[in-house]
């Protein structure tokens, strides 16, 4: 049986000393349990183990849990991330149900996420995709196209643009993979030039995490890690 409380606890720890040998500091890199096709169950084992931020790919399974925990435990103080890509037609049950959202890579989204977020939640956080290995496959805007979208986004009232995501192509060998996350860096570095309340890197997952916390990242998305296999239909 996959025991989530002790997989989190050894992310834990590895975050740690990963952040340790590079000279950062492990408070300052958040881990998001991406919990997505594993049972509400699993992520009580994970809340028991003390993690609170989970990231969802698929909008329906993620509502359907977020509102579970709501009703189960109303004075919890979960936080859900929006890490898919994301249809149009369905950014208001994102904006209504989600505290942040990784994945936006065109201004019709963001519009939309920002016209339906409700005033009672507060800003939704947003982080812009960067499709940093080129891959035509994948979602994400080229990194000259960044400033533009940055500006675009920063005028949406109801979003707080935070930094940037990236999901680059499975690589292997750890100082190619410390090559591409570090070009990620560079561009956060860049754009916070321009807004230096940006402060956050989402990049590294259970393959990469280790070259991701090296080149900086603020954030990673752990899964298969944490919870095993995923399990699809």
């Known amino acids: 049986m996959n025991n989530v409380y ?14 340790e040998k590079y000279n950062r500091d ?20 994970a809340i028991e183990a003390g993690q609170l931020a ?14 579970y925990f709501q009703q189960t435990n109303p004075n919890n103080k979960l936080i859900w991330h929006f890490i898919g890509p994301l249809q149009s037609n369905k950014c208001k049950q994102v904006a ?14 963001a519009q939309r996420l920002n016209d339906n977020r409700p005033a009672h939640k507060g800003k939704l956080n947003i982080l812009i995709q960067i499709n940093i290995s080129q891959e035509e496959s994948k979602a994400g805007i080229k990194p ?8 675009q986004i920063m005028q949406l009232p109801n979003l707080t643009l935070r930094g ?7 690589e292997n060998d750890f ?24 402060d956050t ?15 900086g990242s603020t954030m990673v998305r752990i899964g298969s890690a944490i919870f095993g296999a995923r399990n699809y239909l």
Do not use: C
């Open 201 to 215: 890197l989402s990049m590294g997952m259970s393959n990469d995490m280790s070259a991701a916390i090296a080149a």
């Open 54 to 67: 989970f990231g969802e790919n698929y909008v329906q399974e993620g509502i359907e849990k977020v509102h």
């Open 144 to 151: 000259e196209q960044l400033p533009e979208l940055a500006a």
């Open 6 to 19: 002790n997989n989190i606890q050894r992310v834990k720890n590895s975050i740690q000393e990963t952040a």
């Open 26 to 45: 492990s408070k300052a890199i958040e881990l998001i349990a991406v919990s997505k096709t594993k049972p509400v169950s699993q992520i009580a084992e």
């Open 175 to 198: 100082e190619k993979q410390l090559a591409t996350f570090r070009k990620m860096d560079q561009l956060l570095q860049d754009l916070k030039q321009y807004y230096p309340e940006l």
């Open 96 to 109: 209504e149900n989600f505290d942040w959202m990784h994945t936006v890579d065109r201004l019709k989204i």
């Open 164 to 170: 940037l995501m990236a999901i680059p192509e499975i």
